[in-house]
Structure formats: structure tokens, C-alpha cells
């Protein structure tokens, strides 16, 4: 497995609300193995939030860990993509997803189990090969000297 499944968190506020941002300890592997050239966000707007910590409400939180499961098992099961970064604000939950081919990446979350319901999510996608989107938060959130 080029990413183990150690993640890092880092809060904080952003516009007065809180923030988690959660990321692959060892992301750099995938990064250097070059092989994950395709960006895909997907988002998770809540209907629902706290509004005390504008995460959120816990009715929902219920089912966002359902499917961030569900889509870790299924669009990692061959290595195809791998989620690297999971952001949390303003009642919007956000991966950032690398994957080897969009096509490989859109049967994985076609398998996602949905006896539920549909999920609430948005799906976008770029080729991003330098791993800008990632970089870019990544960037922002480490210390300062």
C-alpha cells in the first residue's frame, strides 16, 4: 500500500468557525510514486449543523462516516485512489482524492452501498498531476518557525 492509514489532524478556525483538516501521515509516498495524476474532490454539505461548532450536527455525522468508509474501502481496493485529505468547516465535509483514472475511480463510487438513500455529495474532478490542490492546504497548515 503506497499510504498507510495514519492520519494527522490539524485544527483550528478559519472566518470564526472551526476547522479539522485530516491528512495521510505518509502522503509523500503516493505523491512520489507518481501515479495518481487525477484530483477528485467530493463534497458532503450538511442539512444539518451545530451551531456551536459548525460541524455538522451529529444526526448526521452518523451517516458522513458511513460514506467516508464505504468510499475509503471501495476506491482503495486496488490502489486505483487514494483519499489523502478529509476537511471539515462550515458544515461542509470535503475529501481531496488522487486517483490513477477517472474511470477506474467512478465504478468505486458507483459500488458504494446506497440501501440508504442516495448521498447529499458533489463531485468534481481535474487532472492535477503536480498535486497543487493538495499542496496548497497541505502548505497552509503546517507550523511557522
Not at 471501495?74 to 482524492?97: D, K, P, R, S, Y
Not at 483514472?101 to 446506497?114: H, R
Request: net charge negative.
Amino acid at each position: 500500500m503506497l499510504a498507510n492509514n495514519r492520519w494527522v489532524r490539524a485544527s483550528g478556525t478559519l472566518h470564526d468557525k472551526p476547522i479539522s483538516i485530516q491528512y495521510r501521515e505518509d502522503w509523500a509516498l503516493a505523491k512520489d510514486a507518481g501515479d495518481y495524476p487525477i484530483c477528485v474532490q467530493i463534497a458532503w454539505n450538511a442539512a444539518t449543523t451545530d451551531d456551536s461548532t459548525g460541524f455538522p450536527a451529529l444526526s448526521e455525522q452518523s451517516a458522513i462516516l458511513t460514506f467516508s468508509e464505504h468510499l475509503q474501502r471501495q476506491a482503495e481496493a486496488e490502489e486505483n485512489a487514494l483519499i489523502l485529505m478529509v476537511i471539515t468547516h462550515a458544515g461542509v465535509n470535503q475529501w481531496i482524492i488522487y486517483a490513477r483514472d477517472l474511470e477506474s475511480f467512478k465504478q468505486a463510487l458507483d459500488s458504494i452501498p446506497t440501501s440508504a438513500g442516495l448521498y447529499p455529495i458533489e463531485v468534481v474532478a481535474d487532472e492535477d498531476p503536480q498535486w497543487q490542490t493538495f499542496s496548497q492546504v497541505y502548505q497552509v497548515i503546517q507550523p511557522q518557525p
